[in-house]
């Protein structure tokens, strides 16, 4: 990406009731845009990582022998009605619209049901199953109030991922694979060192599932944790008798904030019964399908990797989603030329400030931005064959030969 | 894929409320699902296919040097309301819903205003400009009727894209770059021999438009051309003063059916006026931006694909769209072996039916799926060191050595 030629700018500053790091610092960068409350676009630099993030989870879940789908957000009530859903008691975050032509629509706030419903056309024997379908689509929650800048928002894209077994050994194989699953996607992600598996509330769905939470300051859960963090719980179910099945004492654990990162559900019959999801089994019973469900939101990870590794600087992202791995800048006519040729060997993944402007405005975008590394081709530099490479996390400068730097991969 | 390992099952029949020979085939080959009347889901060949046509239009686009983005679905009612559209006598096919904070929200049915409201951060100054950014986003679309399959419905895959540029010289320049990159995706999608830059109304936007028109007898247009199709224009245009603008006579011309495939609006300051989108031009003068807008309904166009192409056996699919190229079937234990090993060697280019069926069935779903090429393994082509592959179009078989089956690429 050549900066002369994208729209993509830097702010000073944000509005003021943009109270959250990760959105600040994301809208000053040109990463994103506020629409209104809770709700955000993504720009070009924005996009670009925020796909990053789906492809990386999504070749963890097809590894494991999963079938990427996409369900809609307009919901007919009637699946929803059956699981008892529908009703806002229940579920208090519908966004509801109606049709033109009479009748009553609501938006996915999840997509349980018309997955459910969907899979009685694909399911009427045991040969059928197991099924695992993942889809990244757009979820819509009215939630009430939206601070937390992308973390929590209005509308945002999620992976949610559902599994279909014909009994319950099938699918606690799956969870456990699917739990493997996830914490290779954070250790891609950059968040694999402060990340973890923990016994938490079942929510609507169950009496305990698991979440996988990112230990961070900013983070809006409270977990307890023991020392080598084998045991880690949600503040929500930290009770006598959970303690006691996790084989932990009260006074071994200690606190911490933490952003939850994605969670597992065990669902069994839970939507299967009402929307009368059956097979037909080996010995010609009809049987109820066993159910899980295994969510990340994508973009409240990118926002919980802005929080964990920005500084004052900007942002900082991982090597692996980084929306380009070089930020480079020539000075003076030579290193402006050389510059320009090292960025047409790969424009994929170099952004080259060809910027009239002044070389200390682009070293502060480049950090704000948070690139990985910062190359630097001056006349300077190119007298010794050489370009000055500064590491974006650790800010660390060195001077490379000019044959060194492989733009390429 | 392996057919043994996937949730995709074929249909010998529909439910009778689908009158559309695009839904009718693509439910029954298990591209999509119908969850309502007008709002289909996307299963793992369908959402494949879509991938496809997704990336050729994103190639094209990025070669004339447009800028993906993702905007939202959610709108805040502000900006529609400066440019009047926001009332449902200017827009009857809002879905309108209500914020659990207080206040209405649509859902975009398309999205000029929330970008022009956008760019006013982006732009200032004629340095900023030109501008070409787009996206593929879901829009949301209140339809009374929804009877054409995935042809026009209440909640659809777009790519749309929107100029902004400092004059109307550049505009114009722009908007023939851009029906270059149209006619460029066209030819990769297969459409190219048929589909043609038609004279149009300008709808909501201006008095005049271009579409491109595919032409095709279940298309819902009725247009115009003459012979050897230099001028085309839709019968909502055919008027004395746009006979004599483009130079021919109401009898020179012929008449067809055709489906829109793509529309491109010169918006002039039809959004940047009412939404006071303007920059500082050379000469420090304030100016308001020249806007041009350009769409394709990338789900539209697979169903116009289908619509085209298919047979009373099934779909057929252009190789450069189709979800896998080839379509693999194995006959007795050698060439069932055999089979399995040449999949492996690309399992993303190749459907294998490893299913429990008898060969007639497999062969009548490699149809209805319309999978470019059909290879058997049989023991007797084995024999020979040959395959046998028919390419679905045309129904020719032929032999070939094993050694001259590049599934590889």
Chains 1, 2 share one sequence.
């Not at 975050?93 to 899979?119: D, Q, R, V, Y």
């Not at 559902?162 to 891609?188: Q, V």
């Not at 070389?359 to 502060?364: L, N």
């Amino acid at each position: 990406m050549k900066l002369s030629k994208t729209f993509v700018k830097t702010f000073r500053e944000v509005g003021k009731d943009e109270t959250a790091k990760n959105a600040e610092l994301l809208i000053r960068a040109g990463y994103i845009n506020k629409e209104m409350a809770g709700v955000y676009s993504y720009l070009p630099l924005g996009l670009k990582t925020l796909k990053n993030i789906e492809n990386i989870i999504r070749e963890e879940l097809n590894k494991i022998g999963c079938e990427e789908i996409n369900l809609t957000a307009l919901q007919n009530p009637e699946p929803w009605e059956k699981s008892g859903r529908w009703n806002s008691d229940k579920m208090d975050i519908w966004f509801k619209t109606e049709l033109a032509s009479g009748g009553e629509l609501g938006l996915a706030p999840t997509h349980e049901e018309p997955i459910t419903n969907l899979m009685k056309k694909y399911i009427s024997s045991y040969k059928d199953l197991p099924i695992y379908a993942y889809q990244f689509q757009t979820k819509f929650r009215n939630e009430l109030r939206a601070k937390s800048g992308i973390l929590r928002t209005r509308e945002f894209l999620m992976k949610d991922l559902y599994s279909f077994t014909a009994d319950e050994e099938t699918h606690n194989e799956f969870y456990e694979k699917a739990t493997g699953a996830y914490f290779k996607i954070y250790d891609r992600l950059g968040l694999g060192d402060c990340t973890y598996k923990c016994f938490a509330s079942g929510g609507v769905f169950s009496k305990y599932s698991h979440e996988f939470q990112t230990f961070l300051p900013v983070g809006e859960d409270t977990v307890y944790y023991n020392k080598d963090k084998t045991v880690v719980l949600n503040e929500e179910v930290l009770n006598d008798e959970v303690l006691v099945d996790l084989g932990v004492k009260r006074e071994e654990l200690e606190k911490t904030n933490a952003a939850e990162v994605g969670n597992i559900f065990t669902l069994k019959y839970k939507f299967s019964e009402p929307l009368d999801l059956t097979f037909n089994d080996k010995d010609g019973e009809r049987k109820t399908v066993y159910m899980g469900c295994y969510g990340i939101g994508v973009s409240r990870v990118m926002g919980v990797i802005v929080e964990k590794y920005a500084d004052e600087k900007g942002l900082i992202w991982p090597e692996n989603i980084a929306p380009f791995k070089y930020y480079l800048i020539g000075i003076g006519e030579e290193g402006e030329k050389k510059a320009l040729e090292l960025y047409e060997k790969n424009p994929e993944n170099i952004i080259l400030d060809d910027r009239d402007l002044r070389p200390g405005q682009k070293f502060a975008d480049s950090e704000l931005m948070g690139i990985p590394y910062r190359v630097v081709i001056s006349d300077k530099t190119l007298a010794e064959g050489s370009v000055e490479i500064t590491e974006r996390k650790t800010g660390e400068s060195k001077m490379i030969k000019l044959e060194d730097l492989k733009v390429e991969a």
